[in-house]
Nanobody, 126 residues
Framework: QVQLVESGGGLVQPGDSLRLTCAASGRTVSRYNMGWFRQAPGKEERESVAAISWSGSSTYYADSVKERFTISRDDAKNTVYLQMNSLKPEDTAVYYC??????????????????WGQGTQVTVSS
């Protein structure tokens, strides 16, 4: 059984940093594309934020978070991280860890085989 457990969310001020953690069980993170998505208040769809290929050789970032967010992976801990710097109010959302999606160019494609965590709330407000 695959489980993805996120942690690290919270309430921060604009300009602050947070590091989200996704602990995986039942799946080896180094064998699957892993990534972070978010769903902002009032929006129905989750948007892809960052992803790392199964090989670790490629990363993807949404334009809105480039040069502020960094995705990384610790294979020994079977864990994926999202370091978020210079946070803005528009980064406020529930952040979800995901596994089992495809990366085609700059497109992230989720599907029936995608696993999701339960989400962690990030609120950026002064």
């Amino acid at each position: 059984q695959v489980q993805l457990v996120e942690s690290g969310g919270g309430l921060v001020q604009p300009g602050d940093s947070l590091r989200l953690t996704c602990a995986a069980s039942g799946r080896t993170v180094s064998r699957y594309n892993m990534g972070w998505f978010r769903q902002a208040p009032g929006k129905e769809e989750r948007e892809s934020v960052a992803a790392i290929s199964w090989s670790g050789s490629s990363t993807y970032y949404a334009d809105s978070v480039k040069e502020r967010f960094t995705i990384s992976r610790d294979d020994a801990k079977n864990t994926v991280y999202l370091q978020m710097n210079s946070l803005k109010p528009e980064d406020t959302a529930v952040y979800y860890c995901a596994s089992g999606f495809s990366i085609v160019g700059r497109n992230i494609r989720v599907g029936p085989s995608t696993y999701w965590g339960q989400g962690t709330q990030v609120t950026v407000s002064s």
